[in-house]
């Protein structure tokens, strides 16, 4: 009882001192947000979990010298002709104009970076696709689908999204989701120094996701994550450690390789986990 007393006076003192609001319920996330219509906004993940999806395939593809099917892969999952599955023009109406535009700032990137794959040459092709990373980063940059109001990405009412919940409270998930967007940005740099041949780029973008972000995680969450969790998560870190050192030696196929192993790993954790109902 009196440590609770005393973490209570603790808090009403910082309150009184920094003039904060002493909610645990504080969502620090800045980005503008939109209110989707609940069935949108999961129909809106799934296909943003294909993205990522599609994204792995293309490097594999790449990976293997299969440009033309690097080719079919974006253009139908993530290019002008993939609008029609994922009911953009619906989606449309209920975005703000910035976002409609990083939108259609993706699809064309991808349109693009099929007709460049098809010319064949792989350094330009991967450049291309590095516009395409770079467009998903921008949206990200700016937008979200859930916010203070709407406390959840994905709805307790919904039972579709039949992942499991790690139960993050509302603070812990803004910032573990900024980890995240680093994450897309990290696979970014390392797509677009692969792009220009650029060992140095590659290093400097792999660095954010690797052994300093695993520690950077807090205890809180770390207390929350079951160990099937961790079993994927750890890996994953690793395996930008990985890029950083292979980056000084190998050629840039293989870390195109690697790269889209360590993809595999994003994949399978997002379609185990969701931050919270
Ligand atoms: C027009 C905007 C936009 C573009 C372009 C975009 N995204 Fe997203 N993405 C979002 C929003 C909004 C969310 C929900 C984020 C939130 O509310 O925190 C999201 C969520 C995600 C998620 C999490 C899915 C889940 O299960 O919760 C992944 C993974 C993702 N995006 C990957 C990508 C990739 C890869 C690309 C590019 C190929 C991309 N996105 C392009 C807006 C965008
Ligand atoms: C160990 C598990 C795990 C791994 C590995 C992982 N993620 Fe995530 N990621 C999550 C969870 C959980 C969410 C939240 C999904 C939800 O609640 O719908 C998420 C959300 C995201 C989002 C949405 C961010 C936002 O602003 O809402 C992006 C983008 C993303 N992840 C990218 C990646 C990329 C790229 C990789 C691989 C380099 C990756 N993730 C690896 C668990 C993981």
């Given amino acids: 009882m009196i440590t609770k007393n005393l973490f209570f006076k603790t808090i009403l003192f910082a309150t009184l001192l920094f003039g904060a609001t002493p909610t645990v319920y504080s969502d620090d996330d800045k980005r503008e947000f939109v209110d989707l219509p609940e069935m949108m906004q999961q129909h809106q993940l799934v296909s943003m979990r294909d993205h990522l999806n599609a994204i792995n395939e293309i ?60 010319e064949g040459d792989v350094l330009i092709a991967y450049k291309a696709l590095q516009k395409v990373t770079g467009a998903c980063v921008a949206c990200h940059a700016g937008y979200k689908t859930h916010g203070a109001n709407k406390s959840s990405i994905t709805p307790k009412e919904n039972k579709t999204d039949t992942r499991i919940n790690l139960g993050l409270s509302q603070a812990e998930k803004a910032q573990f989701l900024a980890e995240m967007r680093k994450m897309l940005s990290s696979i970014q740099g390392v797509i677009s120094g692969i792009g220009s041949n650029n060992p140095e780029q590659i290093i400097k973008a792999a660095r954010y996701s690797g052994n ?44 195109a390789e690697l790269t889209g192993k360590l993809m595999n790993q994003c994949i399978t954790c997002h379609a185990m986990f969701k931050a919270n109902e």
Avoid: C, W, Y
């Fill in 59 to 118: 490097l594999f593809n790449m990976g293997e010298g299969d440009l033309d099917k690097a080719a079919e892969t974006a253009e139908n999952r993530l290019g002008m002709t993939s609008l029609k599955s994922h009911h953009a023009s619906h989606m449309a109406k209920f975005m703000p104009e910035g976002m409609r535009q990083a939108g259609t700032n993706m699809h064309r990137a991808a349109s693009r970076f099929a007709l460049k794959a098809e």
């Fill in 212 to 255: 300093r972000m695993a520690r950077a995680t807090p205890e809180s969450v770390k207390k929350k994550t079951p160990p099937a969790f961790k079993e994927i998560g750890g890996p994953t870190h690793m395996m930008f450690e990985e890029l950083i050192v292979r980056a000084e030696t190998d050629d840039m196929e293989s870390l």
